[in-house]
């Protein structure tokens, strides 16, 4: 079965302008979570979906960051404009709706901005 | 305020030399304690999830333990495979929640 799958792998832009990421979750899945990984901060959750609608997103450091779940099979967290602090590894996880159930990653999207 | 600490930050290990990761957490109420291995560029890989003190919980060569207060991943005779970096994440006992609050990892590195 495919895994969780995130687009692009690796995003290198300027500053100021709009970044787009991408993720495919798990099919039957339930819920979706965004997260950010850097060197100082290790994995902080940004966001999470519950059957595409959004949950909690109380971790989504500022009105420049957005995300949406238009359907079952398809998310993106978007930056504008985007900074040079934005510069982190992002990750997808998705999971079954029932209690205690793993969370599954896909391999991320590490993006610069310049 | 919940938290949740991993140590050391980094081991090295010569292949053979067994030794244990260690997460502490403080939250209010445990539903779940999560093990993830994450290799270099990709995202973590689900390895363990404990509920209760007392369980355990094996694959190959990692043992993982639970008590009240921290879980401990045993690593017996390690490889060079074994290199990565562990995370514990936990999940809080608070209805309707599904987040996790995750460790900042411990760097592993095995030397033939």
């Known amino acids: 079965d495919a895994g969780v799958i995130q687009s692009p792998r690796h995003e290198v832009t300027e500053m100021g302008q709009e970044v787009t990421l991408r993720c495919k979750p798990i099919s039957g899945h339930d819920y979706l979570f965004w997260y950010r990984q850097t060197m100082m901060r290790g994995l902080e959750l940004l966001i999470y979906f519950n059957n595409n609608v959004p949950i909690d997103d109380s971790g989504m450091p500022e009105d420049r960051f957005s995300a949406k779940m238009p359907n079952a099979s398809f998310s993106t967290l978007k930056i504008q404009p985007s900074e040079p602090r934005d510069s982190a590894v992002y990750f997808c996880?998705?999971?079954?709706?029932?209690?205690?159930?793993?969370?599954?990653f896909g391999d991320g999207t590490r993006l610069s901005i310049l | 305020e919940d938290q949740v600490t991993q140590s050391p930050e980094a081991l090295r290990l010569q292949e053979g030399e067994s030794s244990s990761l260690n997460c502490s957490y403080t939250?209010?109420?445990?539903?779940?304690l999560f093990w993830y291995r994450q290799d270099p560029g990709k995202g973590p890989e689900f390895l363990f999830t404990l509920y209760s003190a007392g369980e355990e919980k094996e694959k190959e060569r990692l043992k993982a333990t639970l008590t009240k207060k921290e879980s401990f991943l045993h690593i017996t005779a390690p490889k060079p495979e074994d290199s990565a970096t562990y995370l514990c994440?936990?999940?809080?006992?608070?209805?309707?929640?599904?987040?996790?609050?995750f460790g900042t990892g411990t760097r592993l590195k095995v030397l033939a």
């Open positions: 994440a936990v999940q809080r006992a608070r209805s309707g929640t599904y987040k996790y609050i």
């Open positions: 939250v209010s109420g445990l539903r779940g």
């Open positions: 996880a998705s999971s079954f709706d029932r209690e205690v159930q793993p969370q599954h």
